[in-house]
């Protein structure tokens, strides 16, 4: 074994598939990168997610309450880190990177067209944003793309390097 460097750790437990979150405030929706989540429970679903307050989404996070969590597959990842490596502050992120805002059901933020899922969610629990930037939401409608079957995510391992989802293996499990 070999020491590693405490600011590499968070490469080692990266929790999912890189994601792209939706919000709106006073009429304009804005999108970004984001890979800091994990689900927290199954019914309702409930996920945590950090949202630097230094990113433009998050005083509208804070603000509205409301956002869209859209998994984009790997024929994305370009435009997926075009929208990371720029600001909201600055562009509109769906115009400049041709992604395609569609209406959600119940709440201000779009869904995103080229997306194989869109989860419409509501800010649960602020208890730990004042600290750790984390919000719980709460997903309240959930969107699946048929067209695209068996997407690959992908995920990030810091640095501009990220893997894609592999093969999938199934075995025995008591979990339903």
Not at 17 to 27: D, F, H, Q, S
Request: proline share 7%; charged share 20%; with cysteine.
């Amino acid at each position: 074994m070999k020491a590693l460097p405490l600011a590499k750790v968070y490469q080692l437990l990266e929790p999912g598939p890189v994601v792209l979150l939706t919000t709106a405030r006073k009429g304009r929706a804005n999108v970004m990168t984001m890979s800091w989540h994990m689900m927290v429970e199954f019914e309702p679903p409930l996920i945590a997610c950090v949202c630097s307050s230094a990113n433009y989404s998050f005083d509208a996070l804070r603000a509205t309450g409301e956002c869209v969590i859209a998994l984009p597959a790997r024929k994305l990842a370009a435009k997926v880190v075009k929208v990371g490596n720029s600001s909201g502050r600055d562009i509109d992120k769906f115009r400049a990177f041709g992604l395609t805002p569609l209406p959600a059901e119940n709440v201000a933020p779009p869904l995103i067209a080229e997306c194989f899922a869109n989860l419409e969610c509501k800010v649960a629990d602020r208890r730990m944003v004042k600290r750790y930037n984390m919000f719980v939401l709460e997903v309240v409608k959930a969107w699946i793309d048929p067209a695209q079957k068996n997407p690959k995510t992908i995920h990030h391992h810091g640095y501009g390097k990220f893997v894609v989802d592999g093969p999938a293996i199934t075995l025995k499990s008591k979990m339903r």
